[in-house]
């Protein structure tokens, strides 16, 4: 049975968009039948935690403790909760709720659903208004249907980040039906780009990492990709000119795609999955026309496939590149992330909120 009282909880939250974070003591809502309430272990530190909490998006609302990258342990679930049971491992990614109703919804795609999803964090909740809390925290209550279960193979600090970077880069591989022996180009590598460079070669891609640092070449390769591109080198770029199939493109700022969309055979798939912005400069339409070239998006995954992307890591052996931080860390980890110091993930070991003032 589940005690239907809210619960105290110790996190970290911004308080205005030039605040750093700071320890933050609030309430988890008290549990709802269908809800699971989980003892957060560790929590992936994602670029979009950042850039919400600093308000870049207009969309921020404060407090805000960010994080939706978690794992953690079941310690209680609720009466109709059918899938889970105390002391099992869980993750939580980037949403929490949708209307459950609409035809996305019903398809699996909560991520596309016609009414918006509710986000981890900074969503008003469904039921009650009250603003959803991320993960930068010791606990979470969440409805079953937007848990996931952690293979036991998987390595639990190393799994939080395919909670947000994993299925944002195999969701579209998959989509777009990236197949063994396809030359699949990976664009930037950072959190999502090199979860790119060992999904797509997990699928059978021969994979070619594109990067501006000559820094990064050997790291790429380590990583598993077959080949490195320098951007920033025109005979580099020019020489493969009609190569890939795919594109994945993660680079979150202003970039040209046209020499990228050159470098795609006829009927070659661009897609983005880190640009939100009206793209500069601009895009050629004769690059699309003339190869009949495709450019397309994607937004992290639905439930069922964010499941998919765990069990897939856990049979391929695929584990996020990770630096562990304890919470008092993290306004020095942001401060590094934004700098891109970081290989590959910052991940939060909750254990240290314990002890955090
Ligand atoms: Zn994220
Ligand atoms: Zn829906």
Not at 85 to 96: A, E, F, L, R, Y
Not at 245 to 251: I, K, N
Not at 292 to 310: D, N
Request: charged share 25%; with cysteine.
């Amino acid at each position: 049975m589940t005690q239907a009282t809210a619960t105290p909880a110790k996190g970290y939250a911004a308080h205005s968009a030039t605040s750093p974070l700071e320890a933050w003591d609030f309430e988890r809502r008290a549990p709802r039948p269908d809800d699971v309430s989980i003892e957060i272990l560790y929590c992936g530190v994602c670029h979009s935690d950042l850039h919400f909490a600093q308000d870049d998006w207009g969309m921020a609302s404060y407090p805000v403790v960010p994080g939706h990258e978690i794992v953690g342990r079941v310690t209680a679930v609720g009466d109709k909760v059918a899938n889970y049971q105390v002391g099992d491992m869980v993750g939580v990614g980037c949403m929490v709720d949708s209307c459950r109703q609409c035809k996305a919804c019903n398809d699996g795609l909560e991520n596309y659903c016609a009414e918006g999803f509710v986000m981890t964090y900074g969503s008003p909740d469904k039921h009650d208004g009250t603003l959803t809390q991320g993960g930068y925290s010791d606990s979470v209550v969440v409805s079953e249907r937007f848990v996931v279960r952690i293979p036991d193979k998987l390595d639990i600090k190393s799994a939080a980040p395919i909670l947000c970077a994993g299925i944002t880069t195999y969701s579209p591989l998959k989509h777009y039906g990236v197949k063994p022996g396809d030359k699949v180009g990976i664009i930037g590598m950072g959190g999502l780009g090199h979860m790119g460079v060992k999904l797509a070669k997990a699928l059978g891609a021969e994979v070619t990492l594109f990067t501006r640092s000559e820094s990064k070449k050997a790291e790429a390769k380590k990583q598993g990709a077959d080949h490195v591109v320098i951007s920033t080198n025109e005979d580099e770029m020019g020489a493969i000119t009609e190569t890939f199939d795919f594109m994945l493109d993660t680079v979150p700022v202003q970039h040209d795609i046209n020499p990228y969309l050159n470098a795609l055979k006829p009927d070659g798939t661009h897609i983005l999955v880190g640009l939100l912005e009206p793209i500069d400069p601009a895009i050629s339409g004769a690059n699309l026309v003339f190869r009949r070239r495709v450019l397309a998006g994607s937004l992290i995954g639905g439930m069922p496939e964010t499941q998919e992307v765990l069990d897939f890591c856990a049979e391929k052996g695929i584990t996020c590149d990770v630096e562990m931080i304890n919470i008092d860390q993290i306004n020095e980890a942001w401060e590094r992330m934004q700098k891109g110091d970081v290989k590959y993930r910052f991940v939060i070991d909750m254990a240290s909120i314990k002890n955090a003032g």
